[in-house]
């Protein structure tokens, strides 16, 4: 529950701050967005399971999303796109995760 | 605690992905798509080339503003008016090609082909207006600032047409040979004329005689017609913008 009003107050926080990314970082940032949504859908999905580490949540969520931005700048500067990686890799875990979640939350509900 | 001190940590980090998902949700949705570095590159080069252009544009109006100053101040007399006004009559035609003008550049010598092809392709032997019209394209993007075609001046509104076995240049009607002859650097003229699938190039592959030279001091006269405007008019309101 916590972490559903943490994650609203940070939706509410991020339109009311006046900052926005300077365009050149845009897509880096993206990335960024991408890697740290696959962690939390990584979080919840382990919560379900039972399975779920703080620490490592932590250190994957903010080692993603580094990693992933600092990629796709590498990539830029190689003239290698390899955002595509970044988009591949966390897309399909992504739709993994959420699939898993899914198959959980229905069998809680059918428990009941 | 222990657990609850996890709690906090993992609310921070969903907070964190709040924030910068709605600020990349605030994002200029037009340009959605990943800026490399070379559109970058480019577009800084657009930007520093704009920012030339705004330079040149405030020199001007430094100039101009200078000017109205002098014309405005009391010890400017009717001799000044008459010379400054005589000045700018020059200026202006120099830059309209009404008065001889000289300088450095290269001549072309340009003769049919001697060969007689068949019946079909001796078009493909005799020189075009339009082969004429894209070497004087050529000597323009290469800023030669004079062009004469046998000794007429090309000025901003002469066409050059296709006139049979000749053209005509203007009221001036040429055959060949034709001698092109244009007023700019002669290094610049000449390596855009010999440029790899250029005009030249492709005459000399049939067989059409073409001899550029570069000459130290061409002279080319002033156009004697004075353009008349039938159907241009001014506008009622003036140019106020």
Known sequence: ?112 | MRNNNKLWIIMITFMITGIITSIQFKQDKNRTDIITMKSLYEEQKNIDNENLEIERLGKTLVELEEKLKSYQSKEYGDEDIVSSLEEELEANKIAAGFKELQGPGISIHMKDSEQLGDAQDVMNFVIHNSDVLQIINDLRSGDAERIAINGSPVGWDSEIDCNGATIRVGNDIFAPPFIVEAIGDPQKLEGILNAPNSIVQLMKIWDIQIDIQQVDNITIRGINSTPTYKYLKKDEEGDKR
């Open chain 1, 1 to 112: 529950m916590l972490p559903l009003i943490g994650l609203l107050i940070g939706i509410v926080l991020g339109f009311i701050i006046p900052y926005s990314v300077p365009l050149i970082y845009s897509s880096y940032m993206s990335i960024a967005v991408l890697a740290a949504l696959d962690s939390v859908f990584g979080g919840i999905r382990s919560s379900l399971e039972q399975k779920f580490d703080s620490n490592i949540f932590i250190s994957g969520f903010f080692g993603n999303t580094i990693l992933a931005a600092f990629l796709a700048y590498v990539g830029d500067r190689l003239g290698v796109p390899l955002y595509y990686a970044a988009i591949f890799a966390f897309g399909t875990r992504l739709f993994q995760n959420f699939a898993i979640i899914r198959r959980h939350l229905i069998k809680n509900i059918l428990k009941k």
